[in-house]
């Protein structure tokens, strides 16, 4: 059974078992650019669910797994939306049917590079990114020029030092739900 949820801050915090400092902007800015269901959507790297449990409890409509490596205890999702990897450079094959991969903080700067590479011909369409602002220029190296847009929306809700990227497949169709 999940743990409870701390309160959701209105203004960035860090908190514990999160990567990235979360707020309410935060959730709300994730949940308005997400893929409605039945649009699949995969959080890379979720490490105790935090975020995920945060942008189901804003949505519970959306069709979210959480995935992470096996050293990771999953302490905010459900066991059914959780799927576990043998180490951090070990890929998920269902990301081929994922509309949207979220990325936070991942330990490993070329693993958005490889999910492109290996998945991006499949049915993703929206890469979220959040980390460091300071790592995203070797992120962004395993993006292809061609085929893909790339855009940091305004308002995101997090620390000054860290940045929300969102990546979207030119030939996709806006997955929004309103327009950020």
């Known amino acids: 059974m999940p743990a409870p949820l701390p309160p959701l801050p209105s203004t960035p915090t860090s908190l514990p078992h999160a990567d990235s400092t979360l707020s309410s902007t935060l959730v709300s800015t994730l949940t308005t650019i997400l893929p409605p269901s039945p649009a699949l959507t995969i959080s890379i790297g979720h490490g105790h669910g935090l975020l995920e449990a945060y942008l189901l409890q804003q949505d519970p409509t959306l069709n979210l797994l959480g995935v992470d490596v096996f050293h990771s205890s999953p302490q905010y999702l459900p066991e059914s939306q959780v799927r576990i990897l043998s180490s951090t450079s070990a890929l998920l ?3 081929t049917a994922a509309e949207a991969w ?12 490889r999910y492109v590479q290996e998945y991006g011909d499949g049915a993703v369409k929206l890469i979220v990114w959040i980390g460091p602002r300071m790592d995203w220029e070797d ?42």
């Open 93 to 95: 094959g269902e990301a």
């Open 102 to 113: 979220v990325f936070v903080y991942p330990k490993d700067l070329g693993l958005l590079g």
């Open 139 to 180: 992120v962004e190296r395993g993006i292809p020029r061609k085929g893909w847009t790339i855009e940091e929306p305004g308002v995101t809700g997090l620390k000054g030092y860290e940045v929300l990227v969102l990546c979207r497949k030119d030939d996709a169709v806006r997955v929004s739900r309103r327009s950020l």
